[in-house]
């Protein structure tokens, strides 16, 4: 009898254990379905977390993609929650236009765009660390709202795209800003390019298989023509640049604009147009074409532009301009043969029509180049070269080394 007694006591303890242990599980099944459906019904979230889905559910109504010849797009949401609004001014007005909203809810993201030319860039050390000086300089330096997304646009061939989805995601790991890589196909966009600037490629290119003569380097000439309608605005960065500031204040250049105004650019700061226009300038000597700063015409440097896509569609006279006969007549007059792309282009038009562009600060684009100096033009190259006020970029053009910070 003691013995069976002993063995019900301890049956009973046992039963009792395993029912306060099931009792345990069961509370803490209830409490984790509770959290996840009354969390997503309340969107409990963090701020980043909510901004990565507005973002997510924004995109496919905010860019044309099959349009923009897209080939990969990387993601990337900031990762620390610390809110930095009362650190930045807010844009209005034109600059609003340089990027798109996503009416998702009680925020709205705002899209910012920048594109680069990334060709060739598999062969060459040289622009692979021009590259990672530039994207870590505007990490570095770059700051945006919490709603607001840079997108960086590159324009591709596919063995630099590998090599730029490999490269991007450390040299972007500083970056506190919300951001997105679009890589575009340099061939895809090529074709649609060629009819459009094929008369003037023969008055700006350097020769059959020269860097510039290929059209993709017009790209800027005729962007209006090739992204979506409702692309409004874009900034056009060379990949030898590295950023002493915030990126976000370029984009503001774009409330500056004066009407009639369709691009921002920066002048040239060598005599290369001095040189290019010297026909010219021989046969009208009180010209101010190829003159220096503040009173001449020293043309454009294309390194840091800024392109109003949408003034660009609907001004009469800019489009006028990119028409063969015109260019030609322009070419003629100026009796101009360049070998710098789109750069002679703009300049040799912003000759006769300074109307159409906004002249940024060359703080904006401190060129470094002092290639001239050395060839012919030593007596005047300072008039040209002198840059006053703060440098935002530096430009490291004709491969020039860029100081430290």
């Not at 496919?60 to 990337?76: E, F, I, P």
């Not at 610390?82 to 990027?99: C, I, L, M, P, Y």
């Not at 300089?137 to 700051?143: D, V």
Request: proline fraction near 4%; aromatic fraction near 12%; hydrophobic fraction near 40%.
């Amino acid at each position: 009898m003691g013995i069976l007694r002993v063995l019900v006591n301890t049956m009973g303890r046992v039963s009792t254990f395993r029912f306060y242990q099931f009792v345990l599980l069961l509370a803490a099944a209830l409490a984790v379905v509770a959290f996840y459906y009354f969390g997503s019904e309340r969107h409990d979230f963090s701020s980043t977390t909510k901004r990565i889905k507005q973002t997510q559910a924004s995109q496919n109504a905010n860019r044309n993609d099959a349009d923009l010849s897209l080939d990969t797009r990387l993601l990337h949401t900031e990762g620390g929650e610390e809110e930095k609004e009362g650190d930045v001014e807010e844009g209005e007005g034109r600059a609003r236009r340089a990027v798109s909203g996503a009416d998702s809810g009680p925020e709205v993201s705002q899209y910012y765009h920048a594109l680069m030319m990334f060709t060739k860039v598999d062969k060459s050390r040289s622009l692979q660390e021009k590259f990672r000086v530039a994207m870590l300089s505007m990490a570095k330096y770059g700051l945006f709202l919490d709603e607001e997304v840079l997108v960086l646009h590159f324009v591709s061939d596919e063995a630099s795209r590998e090599l730029g989805e490999r490269m991007l995601p450390e040299l972007l790991l500083d970056a506190t800003f919300q951001h997105e890589v679009v890589f575009h196909d340099v061939g895809v966009l090529t074709q649609k390019l060629f009819p459009i600037v094929e008369a003037m490629q023969k008055h700006f290119s350097a020769g059959s298989g020269a860097y510039y003569s290929d059209a993709i380097f017009f790209l800027s000439v005729a962007m209006h023509h090739i992204m979506p309608t409702d692309l409004q605005c874009i900034v056009q960065l060379d990949l030898d640049l590295k950023y002493r500031s915030n990126i976000r204040e370029l984009f503001l250049e774009f409330d500056r604009f004066p009407p009639g105004a369709v691009i921002g650019i920066a002048r040239e700061m060598q005599p290369v147009y001095r040189h290019t226009f010297w026909q010219y300038r021989k046969e009208n000597p009180q010209s101010r074409v190829g003159e220096p700063p503040p009173d001449g015409l020293p043309g454009f440097n294309s390194g840091v532009m800024l392109l109003d896509l949408g003034a660009m569609r609907t001004s009469a006279l800019y489009n006028q301009l990119l028409e063969p006969r015109n260019v030609t007549l322009l070419a003629d007059q100026y009796h101009f043969r360049g070998h710098l792309g789109d750069q002679d282009f703009f300049t040799m038009i912003g000759m006769e029509h300074p109307g159409l562009f906004h002249e940024l600060a060359c703080g904006w684009n401190r060129q470094l180049c002092t290639w001239w100096r050395e060839h012919g033009y030593g007596d005047v190259f300072q008039l040209y070269y002198h840059c006053d006020g703060p440098v935002y970029i530096f430009h490291g053009n004709c491969n020039t080394p860029i100081p430290d910070d």
